[in-house]
């Protein structure tokens, strides 16, 4: 299986959702009262997620192959889906613009790498 540009470009754009998944543990305030965050297990699993997403991006890059890739999507798919209660639980707008951003950058991301190369 040959990586075309869109390809490699979705790959990366996932490898940097990971990151931050991984860089949120450090930037996640602790909650309080006025101002809501997500729970501890929820914040766990997306370093978790960050970090399976960052090695399967790195074995995608290395060696391209369903399930590298898969790996990748599935990581992707259920980080997002991680951040969708925050538009349920009133956050502030900064915030939710942010989970927007993020679940659109995700979905940019799933639709490069699964872009077919033209034949």
């Known amino acids: 299986m040959n ?3 869109k390809n490699k470009v979705g790959l990366g754009l996932a490898g940097l ?3 931050l998944d991984i860089a949120g543990y450090f930037l996640t305030p602790d909650p309080s009262a006025d101002m809501p965050g997500p729970p501890d297990w929820i914040v766990l699993l997306d370093v978790a997620l960050g970090i399976i997403t960052v090695i399967a991006v790195i074995l995608a890059f290395r060696s391209p192959n ?3 890739i898969a790996t990748t999507l599935t990581a992707r798919v259920v980080s997002a889906l991680t951040a969708v209660p925050a538009y349920f639980v009133g956050v502030p707008t900064s915030i939710l613009v942010l989970v927007t951003v993020f679940i659109v950058a995700t979905i940019v991301s799933i639709w490069l790498i699964l872009s077919k190369t033209p034949t």
């Open 3 to 5: 990586l075309s540009t």
């Open 17 to 19: 959702l990971g990151v």
């Open 66 to 68: 369903k399930i590298n």
